[in-house]
């Protein structure tokens, strides 16, 4: 019978000698429950190995809630038990791993894992507030505004507010080509622009943003160039 702390021993041995094989570097994290996981989150963790069997919070349970704000962590779920393997699969699991652990499987899983994905990470911005923390890829974000001495940012199917002015978000975000400002309170993801109708950006979800005058001009030049370049 598994406990939570002889499966974290086991498991840190398994991934240390995969490390010796290999030569890759991994820094651990250990929580022995998802409550206390989440409430230590970070927005730049690169894979969870979870059981799915934990006393307080379960491990599906804890990647419901990982998912609501980073959906591009990998997750692994370790089980006893075949029948909840499917179930891991909705909160984006890239695989699983019966209990006891194989050093074979796991390290035929890892290698899968980095050669998919080493290399291949996609920018992203993360933050956190009063909600929880966040990691949005930059692809997924829409647009920021302006609120009160903050900004909102709009991503996926919501919306949060990152605590920084505009000023600095704007020196993060156009860092990437495809974000602009094109007002004083607005920067907009131009791979979402559908058109452009008198002084406002139409989003292809069907949102206005509006473009100020002065910035008319250069936001036009830049779309442009960007539309070009996708064509």
């Given at each position: 019978m598994y406990n939570i702390v002889t499966l974290i021993v086991e498991l840190k041995e398994l991934l240390s000698r995969y490390a010796a094989d290999t030569g890759r570097e991994f820094h651990f994290f250990e929580f022995n429950d998802g409550t206390e996981l989440l409430e230590n989150y970070q927005p730049d963790f690169d894979l969870i190995f979870m059981d799915i069997k934990m006393e307080k919070l379960n491990g599906l349970k804890t990647a419901e809630e990982i998912r609501k704000t980073d959906r591009t962590v990998g997750l692994f779920f370790l089980t006893s038990l075949s029948q909840y393997v499917w179930k891991g699969y909705e909160y984006g699991a890239i695989n699983y791993l019966l209990k006891p652990m194989k050093y074979g499987r796991l390290k035929m899983e890892l290698d899968r894992f980095f050669s998919r994905y080493q290399g291949r990470e996609e920018p992203y911005i993360s933050f956190a507030n009063d909600s929880g923390k966040y990691k949005v890829l930059y692809k997924n974000?829409?647009?920021?505004?302006?609120?009160?001495?903050?900004?909102?940012?709009?991503?996926?199917?919501?919306?949060?507010?990152?605590?920084?002015?505009?000023?600095?978000?704007?020196?993060?975000?156009?860092?990437?080509?495809?974000?602009?400002?094109?007002?004083?309170?607005?920067?907009?993801?131009?791979?979402?622009?559908?058109?452009?109708?008198?002084?406002?950006?139409?989003?292809?979800?069907?949102?206005?943003?509006?473009?100020?005058?002065?910035k008319r001009k250069k936001f036009m030049a830049k779309l442009a160039d960007f539309w070009g370049d996708m064509l």
């Open positions: 974000l829409r647009y920021a505004e302006t609120s009160r001495r903050n900004v909102l940012l709009h991503f996926d199917d919501q919306e949060q507010v990152i605590y920084k002015n505009m000023k600095e978000v704007a020196s993060i975000l156009e860092t990437q080509r495809q974000f602009v400002r094109c007002h004083a309170s607005f920067l907009v993801n131009m791979a979402y622009v559908k058109s452009v109708e008198n002084l406002e950006a139409v989003l292809t979800t069907g949102e206005h943003i509006p473009i100020s005058q002065p």
